[in-house]
């Protein structure tokens, strides 16, 4: 089956800075990845919509200027939380889409210290 | 708007009962319907799926979930869980195969010994 990752599994930061979490497609090309996140015990919602070549397309609510996201090549799609702060700790997941199938990623634990 | 409702935040059974997990949907045509299993610190896994054809879908792990139009839902059955079952259940529904998921609030399925 594709199989899809994401690094880091878990990152650490503090307030203020910018942390960069990558999702990539190992053994297929993906034109379109999608940006998860989900809160403790809580469903995931989707944050925006990440074409290769083009800009991503966010969901209303989710600041684009917050959540920069960059999909440079047909196997990554790269997501950075800038200014991070202790609201944004949550976990991140991704998924890239093969033959009309969406597989996910493992996710990214954040915390904003 | 596509939504999906997933009734029971929390469910309990004893091992080797029956279990059957609650789905609805809104949408205005036919979706493109999943199920999830998220365990404690995993990924998202994909139980089954449904895109059209028969209504009732067979999944891994024992799982078989039935499509109702006329109910719009599409619950989630196994005939005896086992203590490896208690996770966190997702129903998610999709316009196309290919299109964002919009997903559930979750099921948190505990297992008795």
């Known amino acids: 089956g594709a199989v899809v990752s994401q690094h880091p599994s878990r990152v650490i930061c503090k307030s203020g800075t910018s942390v960069k979490i990558e999702c990539r497609s190992l053994d297929f090309q993906a034109t379109t990845m999608f940006w998860y996140r989900q809160f403790p015990k809580q469903s995931l919602m989707l944050m925006a919509t990440s074409n290769e070549g083009s800009k991503a397309t966010y969901e209303q609510g989710v600041e684009k200027d917050k959540f920069l996201i960059n999909h440079a090549s047909l196997t990554l799609s790269t997501l950075t939380v800038t200014s991070a702060n202790p609201e944004d700790s949550s976990f991140y997941i991704c998924?890239?889409?093969?033959?009309?199938?969406?597989?996910f990623g493992p996710g990214t634990r954040l915390t904003v210290l | 708007a596509q939504s999906v409702t997933q009734p029971d935040i929390h469910i309990t059974v004893s091992e080797g009962a029956s279990l059957e997990l609650r789905c609805n949907y809104s949408?205005?045509?036919?979706?493109?319907l999943f199920w999830y299993v998220q365990s404690p610190g995993q990924g998202l896994q994909l139980l089954l799926k449904y895109f059209s054809g028969d209504t009732l879908v067979q999944g891994i792990k024992g799982f078989e979930a039935e499509f109702k139009r006329s109910q719009s839902s599409f619950n989630l059955r196994k005939p005896s869980v086992h203590w490896s079952d208690a996770a966190e259940y997702f129903c998610a529904v999709a316009p196309n195969r290919d299109d964002k998921i919009i997903f559930g609030k979750g099921t948190r399925l505990h297992i008795l010994p």
């Open positions: 949408y205005g045509a036919t979706p493109y």
């Open positions: 998924s890239a889409t093969r033959q009309q199938e969406q597989f």
